[in-house]
């Protein structure tokens, strides 16, 4: 049984002990609410608004966690929050009663929950309240939350501090983070509006909504380690998905158009400020087109994502000013690799010769990379962090890219495109490859290329085959990192600030 571990807990503790010696339920079954704090205050607002002199009385039930509160002789102010807003308490000692007011006055605390019923007005210090005749409380708080404090800034606005020192806490203790911080409540509310508002655009472009299975028996799409699983009753080990791309491309074959898919990944990788083991994922696919209607797609997508969630184009993240609004910027990998390092990778046809051109410009590189690993190597050390405006590099090497349609007249690229902004990268898409001959091919020759436990090794998927042999119309697809457009839209740079419970180390003891 939990046991308090502090004196403001023992206090509290004490007081619940108390209560329900008296009768109190602390936590009771029923609830009452007429009003929200924002309708409540709306409400008022709008009855002075219809005769300033003398509002019609109005009568609300509100609910919420105490914030603030004051006790002067025989009156008690507080401060309740909903998930709405605030709304101040008026309470006096003749409008509930002694009983009551002891009560008020002896056990509750910051955090606390409470029901309170009265008449809306405006205190002589111009603030609309309710004057309390009726205080229920409906939940006790055991443990003090976060202590945060305010101060008025000199634009008037009002600063919060002192709520977590500790970064790392608040995303321990996410349920705290949100009681005590507005700014994080808003970054999961715009978390959630840049989803509907993904939602909202595809749908509206006659894209199917789908979902595909999380557990796989194979798993592929991507490069990346996946984590398995077992099936006890089917004695099958199993994969959690590492990409939605080779489910949903079985559905073109299917006779769908458009399909989309919005949900969780599983990548068995390291943790970074743009990496988390489980995230989000967007991937949407759509027949007869190629890449470039994919980038046509992508921009207009975000830019209409950005307009719903922030209110426009232009936005503002880690000091840049970054403008969201079709076209955006479209060069080759070869191009920008060249213009950052000075290396044309084309003058260095084999990893050998790229490793040694790397190394004598000063860049790391692995000796036992291929030549396309070394490739992105110098994309993203050299080329990525410099992408602020949102920026299309196509044409990726061959060897890294598996699902795509090579680059006519040239053996050694394909037409993959990745979108970056604010110096990371958001999306990847492709060209889809559909002639399953050579899809079989690039399998086999990735099998060959990249050792088993190599996250680009890419298993071959013989049901996938299966279904593009029945034939898959020419089609492009993309994939979208949700977390990483949220960081975007709400200005955060590491994504443990838009995952609600991000993955942490365990406590060393």
């Known amino acids: 049984m939990w046991q308090p571990t502090n004196t403001p807990e023992q206090d ?10 008296r009768g109190v339920q602390p936590y009771p079954n029923r609830v009452t609410r007429t009003h929200t704090a924002r309708e ?8 002075e608004a219809a ?12 609910c919420g966690r105490i914030v603030r509160q004051n006790l002067k002789g025989k009156a008690f102010f507080a401060h309740i929050e909903d998930g709405t807003g605030r709304v101040q308490l008026f309470v006096r000692i003749d409008g509930v009663g002694e009983e009551t007011f002891e009560m008020i006055r002896r056990h509750l605390d910051l955090g606390d929950f409470v029901q309170a019923r009265g008449t809306m007005m ?6 609309v309240s309710v004057l309390v005749d009726e205080l229920v409380l409906l939940a006790k708080a055991l443990s003090p939350l976060p202590v945060i404090k305010e101060r008025v800034a000199d634009d008037g606005s009002v600063e919060r501090y002192g709520a977590f020192n500790d970064v790392e806490e608040r995303y321990r203790q996410r349920y705290a983070d949100l009681a005590v911080n507005p700014d994080s409540r808003e970054v999961f509310r715009k978390r959630a509006q840049t989803v509907s508002a993904l939602r909202r655009f595809l749908d509206g472009e006659g894209s199917l909504e789908v979902e595909t299975p999380i557990l796989q028996p194979i798993y592929g799409g991507a490069a990346a380690r996946p984590f398995i699983t077992h099936h006890n009753q ?3 080990d199993l994969y959690l998905r590492i990409s939605f791309e080779l489910y949903l491309k079985r559905l073109l074959v299917g006779m769908y158009d458009a399909v989309y898919e919005i949900g969780r990944d599983f990548r068995n990788e390291g943790v970074s400020f743009k990496h988390n083991p489980e995230f989000t994922q967007l991937e949407f ?4 087109t190629d890449y470039h209607g994919m980038m046509d797609l992508t921009e207009r997508m975000i830019a209409c994502v950005a307009e719903q969630v922030t209110g426009g184009t232009t936005i503002s993240f880690e000091g840049h000013t970054i403008n969201l609004a079709p076209p955006w910027r479209r060069i080759t990998l070869r191009e920008a690799i060249r213009g950052q390092t000075g290396i044309d990778y084309a003058d260095h046809p084999d990893a050998k010769s790229l490793f040694g051109a790397m190394k004598a410009a000063g860049l790391a590189a692995s000796p036992t990379a291929t030549w396309g690993k070394l490739v992105d190597t110098l994309l993203g050390d050299a080329v990525e962090p410099s992408l602020i405006q949102p920026t299309f590099i196509l044409d990726y090497p061959r060897d890294i890219s598996p699902f795509a349609k090579t680059v006519p007249g040239d053996p050694t690229h394909v037409e993959r495109f990745e979108v970056f902004v604010g110096g990371m990268e958001m999306g990847n ?6 002639d399953p001959l050579d899809q079989e091919a690039r399998f086999l020759e990735m099998s060959h290329l990249y050792a088993a436990e190599d996250e680009e090794a890419t298993p071959v998927d013989g049901d996938y085959l299966r279904a593009m042999r029945y034939g898959m119309p020419p089609c492009g697809g993309c994939g979208v990192g949700v977390d990483r457009l949220v960081m975007l839209l709400t200005d955060r740079s590491a994504i443990r600030e838009v995952l609600l419970f991000p993955h942490l180390r365990e406590r060393q003891a």
């Open 285 to 288: 696919y759509q027949a007869y």
């Open 12 to 21: 509290r503790a004490r007081k619940l002990s108390e209560l329900q010696e």
């Open 122 to 127: 405006r205190t002589r210090t111009g603030e």
């Open 234 to 236: 089917l004695h099958q």
């Open 40 to 47: 409540a205050v709306s409400a008022f607002e709008a009855a």
């Open 51 to 62: 005769n300033p002199d003398a509002p019609a009385p109005l009568t609300v039930t509100v």
């Open 429 to 434: 898409a492709f060209t889809e490859l559909n």
